[in-house]
């Protein structure tokens, strides 16, 4: 037996070193977690940006052009990510199939005037297309007394518009080429906004008693919605949503928000993007950021009690038309908005933030008459082009994700994830009909991976994944499961 100074002498050595040893051992566990969770955030920024993280001015390059020679088209919209309507100024109404570069002309278009920058418009779907087929135009067409701009719809059917109704024309009439807008949007409560220009009177803009130089709202069947600003109103027309626009040809919703926002022509500069909002007066001609085309003061003032201040405006002009948002899963306060310019032949990529501007970049100068824009539900970006007349597909220096809506593709065996509502630990069940490599992601609305939860091989058979949702925003997910082409797509959402 030991002596007990030795016994106690070795015992306080061995502790000590165990005491060394698992601060040692907790120092390399402390490296190897700060080493992990580096390698895991470039992995997942990888993951989310296709490359590595780069500061860089975003810019828009001709990557295709898909038709050349058109006549003077004026607004497209995407029925899918293949297929899409546009018209041309002349009164023709085109679908065009992206794959197979197929075009066809649809018959029973309504007759249109084509005077000055008058002609076919916009083109828009119900939200409900694909169900109910409907497809909405804006137009100029002849009435005692000259040109005003007009709204109908009709169905799609085959290659005509089936019974298509003149659901709205603008008062007054007015003898002139000017200003008659127009596009049309809607909004996620299916309202339908149209813009009609101000016919090249600026003070019937400020007069509420005329649908000129307005934003108007209908219901989807061209009526009056009951909660309409000026509903009752005396001296008011009832479709007036907002008022005080000069010519709005861009219109679009926020992908995350719901927001209608519209960009109009200044006179001689003087562009402006606004918010719109019900009762709204943007007060055009009262204030202006812009000259007479001679150089000459229309207003001295560029804000005035009552009257809404723009986002941004544009000195000189840049003669916006078209404009879409970019869905990048930003929050409601942020947004990028891709912007035509027509007399400024180029791209506008504008930035904001809190309905601010926080930078604006000008991709493809000079290339040509920018008169409108779109993503597409794939998230690619296209354009149609005046001088030379194109539609054009695009492509960015930055990365523009894909969206979630044609995932869609050949089934694997039924899936399912549950609870629904997901909570902070959720689960996945599936089937594999052969085994192989297997990707299971995890995206949101617009179309970025937030999660990776599986990637390997997998033999056949069914299979259960758990993982975590706690770190997640409250929104809609989809769950995409992948094997050797073919795909599960799962729905979900987080409160």
Not at 6 to 18: E, G
Request: aromatic letters at 10%; charged letters at 20%.
């Amino acid at each position: 037996m030991q002596p007990k100074h030795l016994t106690v002498a070795y015992m306080a050595d061995f502790f000590q070193n165990r005491l060394i040893l698992a601060v040692h051992r907790q120092l390399q566990l402390f490296e190897w977690r700060v080493k992990t969770q580096t390698i895991l955030l470039l992995t997942l920024s990888l993951a989310i940006h296709g490359g590595p993280v780069q500061c860089q001015t975003p810019q828009l390059f001709e990557e295709k052009v898909l038709l050349n020679n058109i006549s003077t088209p004026w607004g497209f919209t995407f029925i899918n990510s293949d297929e899409l309507l546009f018209t041309e100024k002349r009164g023709k109404l085109f679908w065009y199939q992206i794959s197979t570069d197929s075009m066809v002309e649809i018959s029973k278009v309504p007759a249109v005037s084509q005077s000055g920058q008058g002609g076919l418009l916009d083109v828009a779907l119900h939200p409900d297309f694909n169900n109910n087929s409907f497809v909405y135009l804006t137009y100029a067409i002849s009435a005692p007394g000259g040109q005003t701009t007009a709204l109908g719809r009709g169905r799609l059917a085959g290659n005509m518009l089936d019974s298509f109704t003149e659901l709205f024309q603008a008062l007054p009439v007015r003898n002139s080429g000017q200003h008659f807008g127009s596009r049309i949007v809607f909004d996620n409560n299916r309202f339908l906004y149209m813009s009609v220009g101000d016919r090249g009177l600026p003070e019937t803009a400020q007069d509420k008693n005329t649908h000129l130089g307005k934003v108007l709202r209908f219901n989807d069947d061209g009526t009056v919605p009951k909660d309409n600003p000026l509903v009752g109103v005396p001296d008011s027309k009832p479709e007036i949503y907002c008022w005080g626009n000069r010519n709005i040809q861009g219109m679009a919703v926020h992908p995350v928000s719901g927001e209608v926002y519209a960009h109009e022509h200044g006179p001689r500069g003087g562009d402006e993007l606004n918010l719109i909002k019900p009762n709204y007066n943007f007060g055009w001609p009262a204030v202006t950021f812009g000259v007479n085309y001679d150089g000459s003061q229309i207003t001295p003032d560029t804000t005035l009690p009552g009257m809404q201040l723009p986002i941004t405006y544009w000195v000189p002009s840049i003669a916006p038309s078209g404009m879409t948002f970019l869905r990048n899963s930003q929050s409601s306060n942020e947004a990028d908005i891709l912007i035509g310019a027509l007399a400024g032949t180029h791209i506008h990529w504008l930035k904001i933030k809190d309905n601010k501007r926080v930078s604006a970049t000008r991709s493809m100068n000079g290339y040509a008459r920018f008169r409108d824009i779109r993503q597409a539900p794939d998230g690619k970006i296209y354009a149609m082009t005046e001088t030379p007349n194109r539609l054009v597909l695009l492509r960015s220096n930055v990365p523009v994700f894909t969206g979630v809506e044609d995932m869609a593709g050949p089934a694997l065996l039924p899936a399912v994830c549950y609870p629904s509502p997901m909570e902070d630990i959720s689960h996945i069940e599936f089937e594999l009909p052969s085994q192989g490599p297997v990707r299971v992601q995890l995206f949101n609305t617009g179309g970025i991976c937030v999660k990776e939860i599986a990637q390997g091989n997998f033999r056949a058979g069914s299979h259960h994944l758990t993982f975590e949702t706690k770190d997640l925003q409250p929104g809609i997910y989809f769950i995409k499961i992948q094997q050797d082409g073919a795909q599960s797509v799962l729905k979900s959402v987080k409160y």
